[in-house]
């Protein structure tokens, strides 16, 4: 509201510098004009009047632009009729003009401007001075359609530009809100896979205490120990993930691949051995791919924990020149069709689906499936940029 205020003053500033310069000109130029024209009506008080009022109603022009055109054409006609040398107040009837074609649609402006072109057009044939008759018609004409058509460009013009901007500006709300859903979905995903792995492994081991308790409680200590480790490790990573969402909040380091012993160590506590085998020489990878990898294999050994009924899986990382592959397989027998059927579990989750969600918007791809020799397997390809 304050700069719209703001913008109306300065153009009310403007519009009286304006008509206070072809004021000016008009006084001073019209007796020029009459010493070029002999059969003129000489230049008196009544034609001065008429000069001032043309030029002060231009004070108003972006407020009321088709009342100043009225009040011009009817002053400038006046002028013509009687006589008066043609000069400088057609100076204002062609800013009027102009300003009709850029403040007012169109259908409008064309009306408007039409009438001040006739009514201007009656002292080529009723005139106190010498009557010029329809040779008069192509210069007055000149001084409405020029004025009229470049204002028409110039609002046309403005109003792509306006529209242009619009669509920028949508567009940019619109790419802010697809990265805010994004993110909502990233962190969704995130917070789904801490979750489920942490809460499988508490379960496990809470079973196993359970199972210890009754017969060697001093045993079920160890299953009570990594409980509390797990749940602890678990809480700590969802506080990192969740931390992206709180404003200024700084992230903590993203998982990788690094973490994967910790992992292993984290699901010996629950019951399941988990043997690691990396492949090729190890090296830094983009954290996208890396927190990728890490989060299959930490989803296909939580379903293995969940599901498979084995105590062991083996977990593949393969170092390639172009790609990075991690394969998780397991011997769990008759389990392979129910974790197929995870991913449009509605109670499961979305474990088979984030995976893949995950590995496709990396140009990678997943497999899923029963393995040759028995079980379940995992298998993801993530493409690398090449190093060469």
């Known amino acids: 509201m304050w700069r719209e205020g703001q913008r109306g003053w300065r153009w009310a500033a403007a519009d009286v510098v304006l008509a206070l310069v072809l004021l000016v000109i008009g006084q001073l130029g019209t007796d020029l004009a009459g010493d070029d024209q002999p059969g003129s009506r000489p230049v008196d008080a009544a034609c001065r009047v008429l000069i001032v009022v043309a030029a002060l109603a231009l004070t108003v022009r972006h407020r009321a632009p088709a009342a100043v055109l009225a009040v011009v054409s009817v002053a400038t006609t006046s002028y013509l009729v009687i006589g008066y040398p043609y000069g400088p107040i057609l100076l204002t009837l062609l800013v009027a003009v102009y300003t009709v074609a850029t403040r007012l649609p169109v259908r409008p402006a064309a009306l408007a401007t039409g009438g001040a072109f006739v009514l201007l057009l009656t002292h080529a044939f009723v005139s106190l001075g010498p009557a010029s008759g329809w040779t008069a018609a192509l210069p007055t004409s000149a001084w409405v359609v020029v004025p009229f058509a470049v204002g028409v460009v110039v609002r046309v013009n403005r109003e792509t530009a306006a529209r242009s901007l619009e669509e920028e500006a949508r567009s940019r709300a619109e790419q802010a809100r697809r990265r805010t859903d994004e993110e909502r979905l990233r962190i969704a995903q995130e917070v789904h896979d801490v979750v489920g792995h942490g809460l499988a492994a508490i379960s496990m081991q809470a079973e196993i205490a359970l199972h210890l308790l009754p017969k060697r409680p001093e045993q079920a200590e160890t299953a009570l120990t990594a409980i509390s480790r797990t749940s602890r490790e678990a809480l700590d990573e969802l506080r990192v993930t969740l931390g992206a969402v709180r404003q200024g909040a700084e992230r903590g380091p993203v998982p990788g691949l690094a973490r994967l012993a910790a992992l292993r160590d984290r699901l010996a506590g629950a019951g399941l051995a988990v043997e690691l085998r990396v492949v090729g020489d190890p090296r830094e990878l983009p954290a996208a791919v890396d927190l990728a990898a890490y989060r299959v294999v930490q989803e296909a050994l939580t379903n293995v924990l969940r599901h498979a009924g084995v105590s062991d899986a083996e977990v593949t990382v393969d ?70």
Do not use: K
């Open 319 to 388: 170092y390639r020149a172009d790609e990075l592959t991690v394969e998780v397989t397991d011997r769990g027998a008759g389990a392979a069709g129910d974790r197929i059927d995870l991913a449009a579990d509605g109670v499961g989750g979305h474990g088979l689906a984030g995976m893949r969600e995950r590995v496709a918007a990396l140009g990678g791809r997943l497999t899923t499936g029963p393995h040759a020799g028995g079980g379940f397997r995992v298998y993801a390809r993530l493409p690398l940029e090449s190093t060469t």
